[in-house]
T-cell receptor, first 113, second 115 residues
Framework: AQTVTQSQPEMSVQEAETVTLSCTYD???????LFWYKQPPSRQMILVIR??????QNATENRFSVNFQKAAKSFSLKISDSQLGDAAMYFC??????????FGAGTRLTVKP | KAGVTQTPRYLIKTRGQQVTLSCSPI?????VSWYQQTPGQGLQFLFE???????NKGNFPGRFSGRQFSNSRSEMNVSTLELGDSALYLC??????????????FGPGTRLTVT
């Protein structure tokens, strides 16, 4: 079974600094998708970034970028120039084609002013 | 484009009762998934519907059921409620297209409290 592990239950970062959230996953598949979702205190889950496993290039969305290491089954999220609005729970997710999405336990990110 | 909407947002029920939650996906999205979120278990997949057919089902008892209508709106039902069913129930829809079906857009959730 595919599992997603987020080893950092909590992280904190100073405003304007950079933080990296870790995620590892277990799969025997070669074609799949990886996602990072953000869930602010208001509870609405927001898609932050996605990565297709067949693409070697790391995805980037403005201040958010990933470090995708397929062989190591690692998918970390880097947030640059952290802002107060980045404070939230961050979930890493894996989805195999035609299968359901599996989520990690989440990392609570605190941004200090 | 309007996002995923869920009704009601909050619900309080008594053990043994049943409840129906509703989800309207983003216009044009045909796939709807449901998740249960609790502090202890995290996000757990309930089921996924596509074009009115259940495509995947998570490991939940038969008390949890769902359906999807021709307009892609979905409902989930929980019968004989238990205290452990208290959770945030999230609905998510996916855009059409072979490669585009894999990201999901979430609604605000329905907070169910069972007393």
């Amino acid at each position: 079974a595919q599992t997603v592990t987020q080893s950092q239950p909590e992280m904190s970062v100073q405003e304007a600094e950079t933080v990296t959230l870790s995620c590892t996953y277990d799969t025997s598949e070669s074609d799949y998708y990886l996602f990072w979702y953000k869930q602010p205190p208001s509870r609405q889950m927001i898609l932050v970034i996605r990565q297709e496993a067949y693409k070697q290039q790391n995805a980037t969305e403005n201040r958010f970028s990933v470090n995708f290491q397929k062989a190591a089954k690692s998918f970390s999220l880097k947030i640059s120039d952290s802002q107060l609005g980045d404070a939230a729970m961050y979930f890493c997710a894996y989805r195999r084609i035609e299968d359901d999405m599996r989520f990690g336990a989440g990392t609570r990110l605190t941004v200090k002013p | 484009k309007a996002g995923v909407t869920q009704t009601p947002r909050y619900l309080i029920k008594t053990r043994g009762q049943q409840v129906t939650l509703s989800c309207s996906p983003i216009s044009g999205h045909r796939s709807v998934s449901w998740y249960q979120q609790t502090p202890g278990q995290g996000l757990q997949f309930l089921f996924e519907y596509f074009s009115e057919t259940q495509r995947n089902k998570g490991n939940f008892p038969g008390r949890f059921s769902g359906r999807q209508f021709s307009n892609s709106r979905s409902e989930m039902n929980v019968s004989t409620l238990e205290l452990g069913d208290s959770a945030l129930y999230l609905c998510a829809s996916s855009p059409p297209g072979a490669r585009g079906t894999y990201e999901q857009y979430f609604g605000p959730g329905t907070r169910l409290t069972v007393t």
